[in-house]
């Protein structure tokens, strides 16, 4: 079975994360995909972050209409800052060696890889998905990341968007479609009193408007 495992904020979480992630179910004929909300991410401390249970439950509550959809509370749960590895590994013991892991990731999120505890045995544990928005120089930029804070080992296949690494696992890029739609964005106009219909599920705007968030 192949399971892929998306992580973030979701700070909040928006249409753009349910439009990206069933491009790339569908893409790569994933069984089920878990949306991991993290508790205190330690490489962004700064941000303007809602609590963790608000985010949790906007995650919860847009995901009911989708059946291969699931929302994990592993981070949120787990003492301490909340690491990608561990959360691979807990994942890993629970399924078993049936089960193939993807770990789904934006492009902004896999070159800040270098801040990351542990980096090396992420590669090392499961296939990474890159979910690419950009333009052909951030195609560039993440071939140029990888030779120079990876590994000089990986060899790309350009013609199917595939690093491949005699003992590291495969790194693809997924070109997936263009939205316009970001976490940033929305957070500036709720804090403005501006308008977020369509931006995000009505759910989500609902619990942001009655818990004030962001503002």
Known sequence: MKIGLFGGTFNPFHNGHIEIIQYVKKSYELKK???????TPPHKPDINLAPANDRFEMV???????KEF?????ELTRKGP???????????????????????????????????????QIFNALQIIIMLRGQRENYNAIVSFIDQ????????DEQNNTFSHKNKQKITIC???KINISSTM???????NKSIKDLVPANIEKIIRTKELYK
């Not at 699931?70 to 592993?74: C, L, Y």
């Not at 804070?149 to 790309?156: A, G, H």
């Not at 929305?186 to 403005?192: A, S, Y």
């Open 70 to 74: 699931f929302v994990s509370d592993k």
């Open 175 to 177: 070109r997936v479609p």
């Open 186 to 192: 929305i957070r500036e106009r709720v804090k403005n």
């Open 82 to 120: 909340s690491f990608t590895i561990d959360t691979i590994n807990e994942f890993k013991k629970e399924y078993g060696k049936g089960t193939h892991f993807y770990l789904l990731m934006g492009s902004d999120a896999f070159l800040d890889m270098t801040t990351w505890k542990h980096k090396d």
């Open 33 to 39: 995909i878990f949306f991991i909300p993290s508790a």
């Open 60 to 66: 919860k509550q847009t995901l009911k209409g989708y």
């Open 149 to 156: 804070n990876i590994s000089k080992e990986y060899i790309f």
